[in-house]
């Protein structure tokens, strides 16, 4: 007695066994004469070797983008000396001033030529003083900025004694004697 496949039930955890698929039959053999296999290999061989070129190009990429980049904005040299003179504001025009944002960098250098000490302090976004160096007398002191930042020499006592605002070239902010 043989059961109807259509109207007997399958179980779904343990179906029947049977064919339902073309066997499975290998790829002919490559034929040694035609140079099926050598062209198969070098085709691979052609693409690994482009993916590995690729890969290490993005490598290179990657590297070169993670890679700190030197700096290219003005930097400190043995010509500092002959950086031209940023004209000294008087220590009053301080409280009308206050830094930009958007200037390219720059580079100033600050030189003491009292006979006392002075703290440079950079007038930020907000108008008060963040300082940056305490000078003595005849010391110099170099400070990457930008274009648009303000500058106060002042006592150690707070007392504004010069403003310079840099400019694109770099410059020395020579502090003397309170400006007039």
């Not at 043989?2 to 179980?11: G, H, L, N, Q, R």
Request: glycine share 12%; with cysteine; net charge negative.
């Amino acid at each position: 007695m043989t059961s109807d496949p259509f109207t007997t039930p399958v179980d779904p955890y343990h179906p029947p066994l049977g064919e339902t698929h073309a066997p499975f039959v290998p790829p002919p053999e490559a034929d040694p004469a035609r140079g099926d296999g050598d062209r198969r290999q070098r085709g691979l061989l052609r693409i690994v070797i482009g993916l590995a070129v690729v890969l290490c190009l993005g490598a290179a990429v990657v590297a070169g983008q993670l890679w700190p980049a030197e700096e290219t904005a003005a930097k400190p040299d043995a010509s500092a000396a002959a950086w031209p003179d940023l004209p000294a504001l008087p220590g009053s025009a301080e409280t009308g001033l206050r830094a930009a944002d958007g200037g390219p960098a720059t580079q100033i250098r600050f030189v003491n030529t009292t006979g006392g000490k002075v703290v440079i302090a950079w007038l930020g976004y907000d108008g008060k003083r963040s300082d940056y160096a305490t000078l003595d007398p005849g010391q110099t002191y170099e400070q990457q900025t930008f274009v648009g930042h303000v500058w106060v020499a002042a006592t150690v006592d707070g007392e504004a004694i010069a403003v310079f605002q840099p400019t694109a070239q770099p410059g020395r902010a020579v502090i003397g004697q309170r400006p007039e």
